[in-house]
Structure formats: structure tokens, C-alpha cells
């Protein structure tokens, strides 16, 4: 845009010789173009700036230390606990164990934060053997191949990890943990 203000004057100074009618033409025809210029400039600005709110409205919506993975709110420990102690830990950051939408999503994120694979989640046959549901209620339908199998009649606690996906096991194993935000 500041190139054609630059040709326009330069055109101006040009066309000395012209009429003074066609010289005024051409000076509200520059700043016309010069008018519409800054209305689009400020709509820019507008749209940019209702973005970048959008953006940081997003990024803050997780209270510390949450982070947002698509829409949710989650926490991966640094330090390892027994399942039962591991949920403690996640409800007194407000939360609880995850029970996530995606397994799949939580998986990508783990591994862009963590080398460890194997996560505690929020799901126990502790209560009745055999069934499980996340402790947001929804029903669990990513299991790993023969999975849960409840292996020697121990496995009780479900994780997150590489070779199953999902997994029940022993919950008095130590391990890292995912949390999510309830409020
Ligand atoms: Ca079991
Ligand atoms: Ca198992």
C-alpha cells in the first residue's frame, strides 16, 4: 500500500503541468485510498488481537501446573506412587487420576513430555472384579490386546503404556501418574 501512496505522489509531482482539476482528483483519489488503507489495517489489528486472546484465553484455562491437551486439563508426575496414594496426590491438586477422551491423545502428550511409558490412570476393579469404567464414569474401550486380563487375580489398577495401550496391574506397583484438573 505505501507503494502506490509513493507512485501516486510521484505522479503528482509529475504531472506538474496538469490541470488543477485533475490534480485535486488525484489528491482525493490518494486520500481515499489512503482512508480505506487504515480501515483495513485496523480490522487486521482487530482480527489479530481477538486471536491472540482466543489463544492465551486457551493456554490459561489449565490452573498451574495443568497443561491443556485438546480440551482437557493434565498433569504427568514427575514422582512415582502406588495407585491409591497416586489418586491422593491427584485430589489434592484438585483433581483426580485421569480419565481422558482420547487414550491415544494422552499417549502423543506423555511421550513429548516424559521417556517413561507406563502412567497410572483414573479406572479400578477394586470395588467388583472385572468392572471397570473411568472414574468420570464413561465406559473403557481401548484396551490392549487381552487386556485386562487380571493377571494371577492381582491387576487392579489400570495404566497407560507402549505395549497395551491399556492395562490392568498390580496397584501396590510404583509408579509415574497422569492427573486431570476437575475444579
Ligand atoms: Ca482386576
Ligand atoms: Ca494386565
Known amino acids: 500500500m505505501m507503494t502506490l501512496v509513493i507512485q501516486t505522489v510521484v505522479m503528482l509531482v509529475l504531472s506538474g503541468g496538469m490541470a488543477r482539476g485533475d490534480v485535486q482528483t488525484d489528491v482525493e483519489n490518494l486520500r481515499s485510498a489512503v482512508v480505506v ?10 482480527v489479530i488481537q481477538t486471536l491472540l486472546n482466543k489463544f492465551l484465553d486457551q493456554e490459561s484455562d489449565c ?10 486439563c493434565f498433569y504427568v508426575s514427575e514422582v512415582e ?11 489434592g491438586m484438585r483433581g483426580d487420576l485421569a480419565s481422558p477422551n482420547s487414550v491415544y491423545v494422552l499417549l502423543a502428550y506423555v511421550h513429548d513430555v516424559s521417556d517413561e511409558y507406563a502412567f497410572w490412570l483414573g479406572a479400578t476393579d477394586q470395588q467388583a472384579e472385572g468392572v471397570w469404567q473411568w472414574l468420570d464414569g464413561r465406559p473403557i474401550t481401548d484396551w490392549g490386546r487381552g487386556q485386562p486380563d487380571n493377571a494371577n487375580g492381582e491387576e487392579h489398577c489400570i495404566h497407560l503404556g507402549n505395549k497395551y495401550v491399556l492395562n490392568d496391574n498390580e496397584c501396590t506397583k510404583l509408579r509415574r501418574f497422569v492427573c486431570e484438573y476437575v475444579g
Open 37 to 46: 488503507n487504515q480501515l483495513i489495517m485496523q480490522q487486521q489489528s482487530q
Open 63 to 72: 490452573p498451574y501446573p495443568y497443561k491443556m491437551v485438546m480440551g482437557e
Open 81 to 91: 506412587r502406588v495407585w491409591e496414594e497416586a489418586r491422593t496426590f491427584c485430589q
